[in-house]
C-alpha cells in the first residue's frame, strides 16, 4: 500500500522524543490499526466542503461570514445518499447550514444552538424569506434613504469592556441613530434590518475575527501583541449597509421575480416542500436529554474544535449589539462545550445521571488517558503555555461523550451520524480526536462506517512548529451508524 500523509515519519530534525511522547505515538498507532481501512483519504472532500468557502457566494449564507460553518453542499451531499426523506439533527447548529440545506430538501430539521449569534442569524434568515412584498418595500426605503441620517431619535450601542472603542466615532453614532431610528418599524422589518446591522459589524470595526479572539487595528488605538495589526480598508456605515441591504433584497429576489432555487443540483428541476426548522436555544447538554430517545433519521454536526477558539469573544461585537452583556457573555462561555482554556470543569453527573457510561468510555479509551496524564505533568512542570490546556482537553472529551451518548439515543436504530472535527496538538502530543471519539462512539453504540480524512494535513501553530517540529494534523468528517 502507498504510504499516505499520515504515515510520514516526523522529520529528522524534529528534536528527540521524550518517553511519554513516544507512548503516546505507540498508543496511537495502535487505536489506528484498530480502525484500520476505515480511517482512509477522501479525495472528494475539500477544506471548502467542509469549511464556509464552499457556501461563502451562496445566496443568504453569504449575508454573514460565519467562519466556523461548514457548507451546504456537505449537507446536501451526505442527506441525498439517504433517498427517503426524515428528521435531522444538529446539536451544534451554528448558523444553520444543516437546517437549511435540509428544510430546502423537504427535510424536517431541528438544530440546538447556545450561542445568541448563531439563533439570531437563523431567526433573521427565516424572517426575511417570509417578508410580504410591503414589508421588502421598507427594506427597500431604507436600503435607497437611508432614515438614520435624518433621524432624531437614538438609541445606545450595547457594549463591554472588549468591546468599547470597536468603532470610529462617526460610525458609532451612525449605529446609534440606525437602532434609534429602527423604533418606528414593525418588529419583523426591525428584526431583518437589525440582522443588516449585525451582518455588517466587522467590517465598519476595528476588529478582525481570529479564532481564538479578536484582532484590533491599530488605528483603534488599543495595544495589542508586539506587531502593529492593520486589517486595511474599513467600510463606511453608509456604503456597508446600503451594500448588505442590496444583498438582501437580491437574495431573497425582493423585486418579484421568481425565488432562487437553493434546492441541490441533483434535486433541480423537482419541487419540493420545504421542511420545518426547529429551532432550541441552549446549551444541547441540558437539551438532547428532552427530546424523544429514537426519533432523528440522521445527524449531522460540526462541534467546537478542541483547539482554544473562543466564540463569546470573536463573536463578542454581535453578542454586545444582541445586548448581552460582559457577566453575561462570562456565563455563556462556561455554558459552552468546554474549548477554552477558561472552560471550569462542569459536573456532568449532576446534569444527568443517566451519563455514567458515557463517564467510563472515557475512561476506558487508553490514549486519552496517557494524554491526559501527559498535561498534567507538564502543567504541573509548568510547561504549558496555559495551564488551562490540561482542564480544556479533559473538559473538552468527556462533554463530547455525553453529547455522543444522547445523540445515540434520540437516532433511529440504523440511522448514520456525520461530523466534521478536527485533530490537535498540545505541548508536541498530537491529539487523534477522530480516533479517541470514534472509539468512545463505539463505546456508546455506535459502528464507526468511516473516518473520511481531507487530503492534505493541517499545519500546526508556529508555537508547536517551533519547539516540536511539524506534523500534520487530520481534519475528518466521521461516519458513525447507531447500531
Ligand atoms: C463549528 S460551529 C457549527 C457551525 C455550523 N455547522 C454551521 O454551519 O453554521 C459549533 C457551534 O456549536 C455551538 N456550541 C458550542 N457549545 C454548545 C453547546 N453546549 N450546545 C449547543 N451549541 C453549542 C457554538 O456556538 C457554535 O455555533
Known amino acids: 500500500m502507498t504510504p499516505t500523509l499520515w504515515d510520514v515519519e516526523v522529520p529528522p530534525t524534529a528534536p528527540a522524543l521524550d518517553l511519554r511522547l513516544e507512548e503516546i505515538q505507540k498508543q496511537d498507532a495502535a487505536l489506528k490499526m484498530q480502525f484500520g481501512s476505515r480511517l482512509q483519504d477522501d479525495p472528494a472532500l475539500s477544506r471548502a466542503i467542509v469549511s464556509y468557502g464552499a457556501s461563502k457566494a451562496e445566496p443568504k449564507c453569504r449575508w454573514f461570514k460565519f467562519r ?88 445606545e450601542l450595547g457594549e463591554m469592556r472588549i468591546t468599547e472603542g470597536a468603532y470610529p466615532p462617526d460610525t458609532k453614532c ?20 437589525q440582522m443588516a446591522l449585525v451582518c455588517v459589524l466587522e467590517a465598519i470595526s476595528y476588529t478582525r475575527k481570529d479564532g481564538q479572539y479578536l484582532r484590533w487595528d491599530v488605528r483603534s488605538g488599543r495595544r495589542q501583541g508586539t506587531r502593529p495589526f492593520n486589517k486595511g480598508a474599513i467600510l463606511p456605515f453608509d456604503r456597508a449597509l446600503e451594500e448588505k441591504l442590496d444583498q438582501m433584497l437580491c437574495d431573497c429576489n425582493a423585486d418579484g421575480s421568481a425565488q432562487i432555487s437553493l434546492l441541490a443540483p441533483e434535486s433541480a428541476g423537482q419541487t419540493c416542500a420545504k421542511g420545518d426548522i426547529e429551532l432550541l436555544a441552549g446549551s444541547c447538554l441540558d437539551l438532547l436529554p428532552c427530546l424523544e430517545s429514537n426519533s432523528f433519521d440522521a445527524l449531522i454536526t460540526s462541534p467546537p474544535y478542541c483547539n482554544r477558539y473562543d466564540y463569546t469573544r470573536t463573536y463578542a461585537l454581535e453578542l454586545a449589539l444582541l445586548g448581552v452583556s460582559g457577566v453575561e457573555l462570562i456565563a455563556l462561555r462556561q455554558e459552552m462545550l468546554s474549548c477554552t482554556v477558561e472552560n471550569r470543569a462542569k459536573d456532568l453527573l449532576d446534569l444527568n445521571a443517566a451519563w455514567s457510561a458515557a463517564l467510563q468510555a472515557v475512561e476506558e479509551c487508553k490514549l486519552l488517558q496517557t494524554i491526559l496524564v501527559y498535561l498534567d505533568e507538564e502543567r504541573a512542570a509548568g510547561r504549558l503555555n496555559n495551564s488551562g490546556i490540561a482542564r480544556m482537553v479533559r473538559g473538552y472529551f468527556t462533554e463530547m461523550a455525553c453529547v455522543i451518548a444522547e445523540c445515540g439515543r434520540v437516532l433511529k436504530p440504523d440511522a448514520p451520524l456525520w461530523m466534521v472535527n478536527d485533530n490537535v496538538r498540545y505541548a508536541g502530543a498530537s491529539i487523534s480526536v477522530d480516533l479517541i471519539l470514534s472509539f468512545i462512539a463505539e463505546k456508546l453504540g455506535f459502528e464507526v462506517d468511516e473516518i473520511a480524512v481531507l487530503p492534505g494535513g493541517k499545519g500546526n501553530s508556529s508555537q508547536q512548529m517551533g519547539v516540536h517540529g511539524r506534523e500534520p494534523l487530520r481534519k475528518c468528517v466521521y461516519v458513525w451508524r447507531k447500531q
Not at 174 to 193: D, H, K, P, Q, T
Request: proline share 4%; no cysteine; hydrophobic share 45%.
Open 68 to 155: 466556523e460553518a461548514f457548507s451546504l453542499a456537505l449537507v446536501r451531499s451526505r442527506l441525498i445518499t439517504l433517498g427517503a426523506r426524515g428528521h435531522v439533527l444538529d446539536p451544534f447548529a451554528g448558523s444553520g447550514t444543516t437546517l437549511f440545506a435540509a428544510s430546502e430538501m423537504g427535510w424536517d430539521a431541528t438544530g440546538i444552538e447556545v450561542l445568541p449569534v448563531g439563533r439570531f442569524l437563523v431567526r433573521g434568515r427565516q424572517t426575511a424569506e417570509s417578508l410580504a412584498p410591503t414589508e421588502f418595500e421598507r427594506l427597500r426605503f431604507w436600503r435607497d434613504e437611508k432614515p438614520w441620517n435624518t433621524t432624531k431619535l437614538r438609541a
Open 174 to 193: 451612525a449605529i446609534e441613530n440606525y437602532l434609534g431610528a429602527l423604533v418606528g418599524e414593525s418588529e419583523r422589518v426591525a428584526f431583518v434590518l
